[in-house]
């Protein structure tokens, strides 16, 4: 892309930008060169060129500017220097000749106008010296330029240069007006090249895909905004002459100019995504008379000359092109309505404007919808002598297509950059400041009187409440209030009844594992009497009373602190039950309980109880009335404590032709008013609610009101009496729950050891009974003290984990080596020591010692 003009110098233009004899395109082909000569890019889409402008160091001229406006600005120049230097970069890279890349410099030219625009608004009301440096050039034709220097204080003049350049800066001790009309220029030649660069990156978009087709059509849209918006800003300017480019009928033009190819663009895109004939007629015939107008005002004795010959021609081509493209896709459209004779003339009068547009139009533009007329119109023609034998009309006479408009100009944001930072935000105009301090101290008295006037009227709301006896039945007590919070903060009685529910299963859990425990017991002591009864005085095993002693004591233990439990366990079951309805009712929402909570004696409606209902509809409105208002003095008091600084400045900014004070009342008329008519609007509301509120409780003045002070009382007193058993009952359940765990825990290894046990002794058991068996005629001694001889025998000794209640001495026997076919759990745990064990037992030899111990692994400990 080339930001300057150069005529040519060799071949013609259209042959440079689309090949020439050494290197031509094949038939039928689509143009795939991009070039940049005369702005001419692929597809023959005409990118505005950029205006030109010298490199200038604007840190001396801009400090001097700020020195001699010390006394009209609210900051010391020395602390402006980084921004000076800042804002000089900031033009360097907008106005820089080597940025190749458009998007950056697209980025860099939108920043800086950005800033100078923000730059300009604090000019207003300034006295300053000389601006030198700010030249550009005209963008189509160098030898035109303009020049804003100024033959007297109060009358502007614009004299051209010999060097063709436009020179820009006021004289000092001139007035503020003219530094406006420079600043301004230069703002209008940057936003010139804004424009220009969104026209150059559409038109060098390749049309390939979608979304290329999509960028092309928006960037051609927001190009036409730009150059709408800069007319609209030229028609205020006081100049007398400017360059060209910058007249608003120049402008008019581009943007016209913009939208036209924004249409092609979208076009290309329907085309390519084979949209019906009708609607391609409507986009094709529009776009064709965008390209029209364009040439129409091109082609005027004014502004002939202007003009570069090639745009004339490619405009006036694609004006033809689109004619004859928008009557081919209406051919197809009488083609499946099978008018042959209109479809024959219509494509007739599409080849003829075909051949005029060869003529204007490179061999590659449009190559493709040319070649789909020249082939259509033959196929037609030929189908239509063999066949149809029709005969073409006067095509003046045929109706004229549809049009559709799909291209609009898009206005740019403001600012462009969205993440804009003005670097002179210090630098505001003493009187602008004193303006906006005025405009802020006005702003908050009249918000103040609003805000005073409102509090008033909400202060009647509530006297005439309180006057009639309505402002205690509108509200809970507070003291209910604060219980209700607590108990919902705790999680109501859902939350409590769960708890209680947890510790009714916990407990029933624990029994069941007692009861199976006793039942074990049980179980292992009719077992033992069996097997004496079968084997009579020879049985010298021990019994089992003599060693369930400890499980016994550890079961008498957890059963007692069962039934302590149980007591307190009822308890609380029959507080809950006798307060649940009070705790229900405080679980509910402040409205559903002051529904539920009796009226008092002036609210008693025994007569009409629908109508109390209402009544209380219309107090929960008060209040809803004063919520509102809350929100609404939040938002007045958020607006006294803000300055209207950053809203204020850009309107004096933009606002050159209106005073100050108009721009400052304006602003403050539109905050104040807002605030006002809320105002009014609560008030209003206030006024009829209070007039039900008057008519209802004037309806039940003389209704009963005998049981109401004892009906609500004794609410009021379940309600606390409620809160105080929730609040005992959940400080007491959780550690009766935890207990309760506690509690299982220990049963379950309880149940273990007493499972283990019982498992041993029926082992022991079926040895016994197996060896008694298999040698009937051994006499009793040895029967019963026989251990089988398989293992080495080891002695060890029996320390009972309690002593039992009925003997004191202890038990003396001796047991084989622990075997690895049981294993069972030690239960020396239970009792902190035991007695010492006498001399083992020795047992004579025996013919059942190929039979395991009778005693082995019964849980003592070696």
């Not at 950029?50 to 001229?61: F, H, S």
């Not at 100024?150 to 503020?176: D, E, F, I, M, N």
């Not at 533009?365 to 030929?382: D, F, M, S």
């Not at 105002?679 to 209003?684: E, G, P, R, T, V």
Request: hydrophobic share 35%.
């Amino acid at each position: 892309m080339s930001g300057t003009q150069e005529k040519s110098r060799s071949r013609p233009l259209l042959a440079r930008a689309f090949g020439s004899k050494k290197a031509t395109t094949t038939a039928g082909a689509q143009i795939s060169l991009l070039t940049t000569e005369n702005n001419v890019y692929q597809h023959c889409f005409l990118a505005v060129p950029l205006k030109t402008t010298n490199d200038v160091d604007l840190v001396k001229p801009l400090t001097r500017f700020l020195e001699a406006s010390n006394s009209t600005v609210c900051v010391k120049v020395t602390d402006l220097r980084g921004a000076i230097e800042v804002f000089n970069r900031l033009r360097s890279n907008a106005c820089s000749k080597t940025t190749r890349d458009p998007q950056l410099l697209l980025a860099c030219v939108a920043e800086y106008y950005d800033q100078l625009t923000a730059f300009e608004g604090k000019l207003v009301t300034l006295t300053s010296p000389r601006l030198e440096g700010f030249r550009w050039r005209d963008a189509f034709e160098s030898g035109r330029s303009f020049l804003s220097k100024r033959k007297s204080a109060y009358a502007t003049a614009s004299v051209p240069c010999q060097s063709g350049w436009t020179r820009l800066g006021p004289t000092v001790g001139y007035k503020s007006h003219s530094i406006e009309a420079d600043v301004s220029l230069e703002r209008a030649a940057v936003l010139f090249n804004y424009g220009a660069l969104l026209s150059q990156i559409a038109a060098s978009q390749p049309l390939h895909t979608d979304e290329e087709k999509k960028t092309s059509a928006k960037l051609f849209q927001q190009s036409a905004g730009v150059f709408a918006q800069l007319r609209d800003f030229m028609k205020q300017m006081t100049l007398e002459r400017c360059t060209a480019d910058l007249q608003p009928d120049s402008l008019t033009l581009l943007s016209n100019l913009m939208l036209a190819q924004a249409q092609e663009s979208i076009y290309t895109k329907a085309y390519g995504d084979k949209m019906n004939q009708s609607a391609l007629v409507k986009i094709a015939a529009q776009t064709s008379d965008f390209y029209m107008e364009i040439s129409k005002t091109m082609n005027m004795e004014t502004a002939k000359g202007y003009w570069k010959k090639d745009w004339l021609s490619i405009i006036t081509g694609k004006a033809l092109a689109f004619q004859a493209i928008a009557q081919l896709h209406q051919a197809q459209v009488n083609l499946q309505q099978q008018e042959v004779g209109e479809r024959l003339t219509r494509l007739k009068y599409a080849i003829e404007q075909v051949q005029i547009v060869k003529h204007h139009l490179p061999s590659g533009c449009l190559h493709e919808q040319i070649v789909e007329i020249e082939n259509t119109y033959a196929a037609a023609l030929k189908e239509n002598q063999l066949i149809y034998h029709a005969q073409t009309s006067d095509f003046h006479t045929l109706p004229v297509v549809p049009r559709a408009v799909l291209a609009k100009a898009l206005p740019p944001s403001s600012p462009l950059c969205p993440d804009f930072k003005d670097v002179f935000s210090n630098v505001i105009p003493i009187n602008i400041l004193m303006a906006v301090q005025n405009h802020d101290t006005m702003k908050n008295e009249r918000l103040k009187r609003e805000a005073d006037r409102l509090n008033e009227e909400t202060q009647v709301m509530e006297s005439i409440v309180a006057s009639l006896g309505m402002s205690d039945d509108s509200s809970l007590p507070e003291l209910v209030k604060r219980h209700s919070a607590e108990v919902k903060k705790a999680g109501g009685v859902k939350e409590l009844q769960n708890k209680i529910n947890e510790m009714s299963s916990l407990r029933a859990r624990n029994k069941e594992i007692l009861a199976d425990i006793e039942q074990t017991l049980n179980k292992e002591k009719l077992s033992d009497a069996d097997l004496r009864r079968q084997l009579g005085p020879k049985s010298k095993r021990l019994c089992s009373d003599e060693l369930v002693g400890p499980f016994l004591q550890e079961v008498s233990n957890f059963r007692g602190s069962l039934h302590t439990t149980s007591e307190e366990d009822k308890m609380f079951k029959k507080n809950f039950e006798l307060n649940r309805q009070a705790i229900e009712m405080l679980s509910k929402n402040e409205k559903d309980l002051r529904l539920l909570l009796p009226p008092r004696p002036h609210r008693m409606a025994d007569k009409a109880p629908e109508a109390t209902s209402f009544l209380l509809k219309l107090i929960d409105k008060a209040q809803e009335v004063k919520c509102e208002r809350a929100e609404l003095l939040k938002d007045i008091h958020e607006k006294c404590n803000s300055t209207s600084m950053e809203d204020i400045l850009p309107l004096l900014c933009r606002s050159k032709n209106v005073s100050p004070d108009d721009i400052l009342k304006e602003k403050m008329n539109e905050v104040c008013e807002t605030i006002k008519e809320e105002i009014d609007k609560s008030l209003k509301k206030q006024k009829l609610l209070m007039k039900d509120v008057e008519k209802w409780c004037a309806r039940f003045s003389n209704a009963n009101q005998q049981k109401g002070p004892i009906v609500r009382d004794h609410v009021e007193k379940s309600l606390l009496a409620g809160y105080d058993v929730f609040h005992d009952l959940s400080k007491k359940l959780p550690g009766r729950i935890k207990r309760y765990h506690h509690l299982m825990e220990n049963l379950l290894r309880l149940q273990q050891k007493v499972n283990d046990f019982s498992f041993a002794r029926e082992t022991e058991k079926e040895e016994l009974l197996r060896a008694y068996r298999c040698n009937p005629s051994c006499n009793g001694s040895e029967t019963s003290a026989a251990v089988p001889n398989v293992h080495p025998m080891t002695q060890v000794s029996f320390v009972p984990s309690a002593p039992p209640p009925y003997s004191t001495q202890p038990f003396i026997y001796s047991v084989p080596e622990q075997q690895s076919q049981f294993h069972l759990p030690q239960y020396t745990h239970v009792v902190p020591s035991g007695p010492t064990a006498p001399p083992l037992y020795q047992p004579p030899n025996s013919q059942y010692s190929g039979g395991p111990s009778p005693w082995h692994n019964m849980g003592y400990p070696h």
